[in-house]
């Protein structure tokens, strides 16, 4: 009498075996379609109780065919019932086969090496996700150090108080008033009149700057009024934004970066 053997598939919890092995080692004379067709008559359901499946066939040289054949994964619920309602002594023995494999499967080492295999898994997946966390947080940690330069920069100039001359904000960014003047007048922020920067109208009323007048000696030693234009904090911030977009960082990200 020839050894049963049925391949079974295991997903986690759900096992399988192939509904045209079990047909093949049923000797079912009928066609491996017509027979699963008349079968699904006793009312097994797809995807419940049984899942279609297409795969490859080959030819003896090994060049696929040009149609796949198709295969259904059956529970081993359904396996039993299709072996019991065969009524051959062949579908007896594979149906004793099964209950053996059920009996094997719930046995309390079986049970306790599912578990431990479980545990592992569970192990695994927590060490993954820890390292994916360190490598996630030094990643922030890389973004935080790159932009705390620029925290720092904008934190520098709200701290500060008073206005101030074109010349410090200039200085920031290692450049001379001349050049960062130029640069806002021909970026449309300001322009000059006599020896005065004033801002385009735009930006007039956004406290960005502000005019004071002081009296000082001219060179026949009379005194004479002047006035000089100077930049709020607000007005360094704007300007910090404005040179950003161009590329333009001052020296603190600069050295930083």
Same mark, same amino acid.
């Given at each position: 009498?020839?050894?049963?053997?049925?391949?079974?598939?295991?997903?986690? %919890?759900?096992?399988?075996?192939?509904?045209?092995?079990?047909?093949?080692?049923?000797?079912?004379?009928?066609?491996?379609?017509?027979?699963?067709? +008349?079968?699904?008559?006793?009312?097994?359901?797809?995807?419940?109780?049984?899942?279609?499946?297409?795969?490859?066939?080959? +030819?003896?040289?090994?060049?696929?065919?040009?149609?796949?054949?198709? %295969?259904?994964?059956?529970?081993?619920?359904?396996?039993?019932?299709? &072996?019991?309602?065969?009524?051959?002594?062949?579908?007896?023995? &594979?149906?004793?086969?099964? =209950?053996?494999?059920?009996?094997?499967?719930?046995?309390?080492?079986?049970?306790?090496?599912?578990?431990?295999?479980?545990?592992?898994?569970? #192990?695994?997946?927590? *060490?993954?996700? *820890?390292?994916?966390?360190?490598?996630?947080?030094?990643?922030?940690?890389?973004?935080?150090?790159?932009?705390?330069?620029?925290?720092?920069? &904008?934190?520098?100039?709200?701290?500060?108080?008073?206005?101030?001359?074109?010349?410090?904000?200039?200085?920031?960014?290692?450049?001379?008033?001349?050049? =960062?003047?130029?640069?806002?007048?021909?970026?449309?922020?300001?322009?000059?009149?006599?020896?005065?920067?004033?801002?385009?109208?735009?930006?007039?009323? +956004?406290?960005?700057?502000?005019?004071?007048?002081?009296?000082?000696?001219?060179?026949?030693?009379? #005194?004479?009024?002047?006035?000089?234009?100077?930049?709020?904090?607000?007005? +360094?911030?704007?300007?910090?934004?404005?040179?950003?977009?161009?590329?333009? =960082?001052?020296?603190?990200?600069?050295?930083?970066?």
């Amino acid at each position: 009498m020839n050894e049963i053997s049925i391949a079974v598939r295991y997903n986690n %919890d759900m096992r399988t075996v192939s509904g045209r092995e079990l047909h093949k080692v049923l000797n079912v004379r009928t066609q491996y379609s017509m027979w699963f067709d +008349r079968m699904r008559e006793y009312g097994f359901i797809e995807n419940t109780d049984f899942f279609t499946v297409t795969k490859n066939v080959y +030819r003896e040289d090994g060049r696929p065919m040009p149609q796949k054949q198709i %295969d259904h994964n059956l529970t081993i619920d359904m396996a039993k019932e299709l &072996c019991m309602i065969q009524r051959t002594e062949i579908g007896n023995r &594979c149906r004793k086969y099964f =209950l053996n494999l059920e009996r094997q499967w719930n046995s309390p080492d079986a049970v306790m090496a599912r578990a431990l295999q479980i545990a592992d898994q569970k #192990l695994e997946l927590a *060490n993954q996700q *820890n390292n994916n966390l360190i490598e996630t947080t030094a990643v922030q940690a890389k973004q935080i150090e790159v932009m705390k330069p620029k925290a720092d920069y &904008c934190d520098m100039v709200l701290h500060s108080e008073g206005l101030m001359p074109i010349s410090t904000i200039a200085k920031d960014y290692g450049k001379s008033a001349i050049w =960062l003047n130029k640069w806002l007048h021909e970026h449309g922020i300001q322009y000059k009149q006599g020896q005065v920067w004033l801002p385009y109208q735009k930006y007039a009323d +956004r406290g960005y700057m502000k005019s004071k007048t002081h009296t000082v000696y001219d060179k026949n030693g009379d #005194l004479t009024a002047k006035v000089h234009s100077y930049w709020t904090q607000q007005g +360094r911030i704007f300007v910090y934004h404005q040179l950003k977009k161009e590329g333009i =960082l001052p020296l603190i990200e600069q050295d930083d970066s």
